[in-house]
């Protein structure tokens, strides 16, 4: 199930554009966007609406433009601009000459703001923020009108230019538009347009100190842009109104809003506010620890990115809420290491074998296949010799049924190699294994028997002399439980933090070949998982693996069983 082909997505989202091409309702244009607000990282739910919007663009020869929904200056930095940019071409998307700031429309809005006031459609409240609260009403009660609401136009106009001049304080007043304050849609009671607020914009400075709200930047935003359809996700419904209400009011370019469900994971969290939390309080190493949900912890961690493209592609895009099981990504994960990663032999939790008749200072070299699933990615030569290292969980003194790996007395196949059967077990004064002793058939070269005896387990392993240390780190769920607010009265959602999400292993031993790897590389370790060399912490000839999943596919034993 890999990425599927340019064009040939289906939703009902398309199904209406289609429509609206048909029928030329925008003259065949296409226009889409993609509006992060700069108050933080993307994430994976962003890179849902970053495939559709773009995607859609794509598939209609279209535009989508990327825009900054910059109108919040005490959240918005310019590094989460910069780091935007980044994360949507590294998620294979290009906006070309289309990168706008809602910023860049404050002249304009302002002029739109003047213009309501002058249509008597817009009014100056001196209602402090808690009193607009309390005026509002319920979904059950109607909201009362302000004191404020019936100005002449002159007051509201004089009003309102000294608000733009900072004569008042933050808070004090406000721009309001006059819609209904009974009507059943909060969002119509006569909602706030611009507030005073004296902060330092990244884009505009100091130029401004009255901002307007989301609902009065966003829909002005696209109609300047000339978008046609003006995809969200479903919390803004009841804010179609409220759209519609401006553009009409304003007699302006009108865009068509549709809802989308937003997406959800188990076992992660995806508010950026949340994500901003776990940052400052230092419960994970940044934004881009391979835990996060967003796009750089995603890519530190190793998932590429026709991975994320193939997965927002197949969940597809709905109108009700829904949580999609993260092993349904890491399913895409897999599927696209599994023919590009190369494949290497590691040992994470390293026993020592000594292979007692082996020839003491003998080295062979064994053929190892790069990746069994891609022949033209050839083989490379793995040492051989008379100390190796197996994996620790690959031993059992006294194993269980149905447990065929090395057992004393029992023969195994070493990968490429040969067969080996365990004599001894060395252990320590506490009694914990510390070393093995086995035999090696010399007629089993190569990893098969010459007089056709099966083993039933084939271990991966490294020759001690050739090996050297790295430090691997293995990765779980964020949280311990799939929905986070899974939460006992009294206890907030920090306490469903899996205390196992990171282990950090020292002294692993790699093949002689890793040391060739480079930061950024993705690697499968055999039997192991998938890995990439760390980008951050890596350093010259000592690389640290994060491994970016295992070799379990969750996702497809759910399937198989559903199935049979
Ligand atoms: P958050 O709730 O995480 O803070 P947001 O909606 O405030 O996110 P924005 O920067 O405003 O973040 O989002 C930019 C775009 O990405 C918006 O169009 C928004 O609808 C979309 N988006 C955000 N989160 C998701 C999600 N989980 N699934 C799909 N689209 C999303
Ligand atoms: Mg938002």
Known sequence: MAEKAPGTSSDFIRDIIRKDIESDKWGGRVATRFPPEPNGYLHIGHAKSICLN?????????????????????????????????????????????????????????????????????????????????????????????????????????????????????????????????????NLRDPVMYRILKATHPHTGDQWCIYPMYDFAHGQSDSIEHITHSICTLEFEDHRPLYDWYCEQLGIWHPQQIE?????????????????????????????????????????????????????????????????????LEHFVREALNKAAPRYLAVIDPLRVVIENYPEGQVEEFDAVNNPEDPSMGTRKVPFSKVIHIEREDFMEDPPPKYYRLAPGREV????????????????????????????????????????RKVKATLHWVSEAHAFDAEVRLYSHLFSKPDPDDVEEGRDWL???????????????????????????????????YFRVDTRDSKMDAPVFNRTVTLRDAWARIKNRAAS
């Open 54 to 186: 773009f995607g859609i663009a794509r598939d209609f020869g279209g535009v989508c433009h990327l825009r900054m929904d910059d109108t919040n200056p005490t959240k918005e930095e310019q590094e989460y601009i910069d780091a935007i940019h980044e994360d949507v071409r590294w998620l294979g998307f290009d906006w070309g000459e289309h990168e706008y700031y809602a910023s860049d429309y404050f002249e304009q809005l302002h002029e739109w703001a003047v213009q309501l006031v002058k249509a008597g459609k817009a009014y100056v409240c001196d209602l402090n923020p808690d009193e607009v609260r309390a005026h509002r009403g319920t979904l059950t009660q109607p909201g009362k009108e302000s004191p404020y609401r019936n100005r002449s136009i002159e007051e509201n106009l004089d009003l309102f230019a000294r608000m733009r001049a900072g004569e008042f304080e933050n808070g004090s007043r406000t721009l309001r538009a006059k819609i209904d304050m009974a009507s059943p849609n909060l």
């Open 260 to 328: 989308f469900a937003r997406l959800n994971l188990n076992y992660t969290v995806m508010s950026k506010r949340r994500l901003l939390q776990l940052v400052q309080e230092g419960l994970v190493s940044g934004w881009d620890d391979p835990r996060m949900p967003t796009i750089r912890g995603m890519r530190r961690r190793g998932y590429p990115p026709e991975a994320i493209r193939a997965f927002c592609d197949a969940i597809g895009v709905a109108k009700a809420d829904n949580t999609v099981d993260i092993a349904y």
């Open 413 to 452: 196949r070493l990968r490429y190699a040969y067969f080996i059967k365990c004599t001894d077990v060395i252990k320590d004064a506490d009694g914990n294994v510390v070393e093995l002793r086995c035999t090696y058939d010399p007629a089993t070269r190569g990893g098969d028997a010459s007089d056709g």
């Open 495 to 529: 306490s469903n933090l899996n205390p196992d999400s990171l282990k950090v292993l020292q002294g692993c031993k790699l093949e002689p070949a890793l040391k060739q790897a480079a930061p950024g590389d993705r690697i499968q370790f055999e039997r192991l998982g």
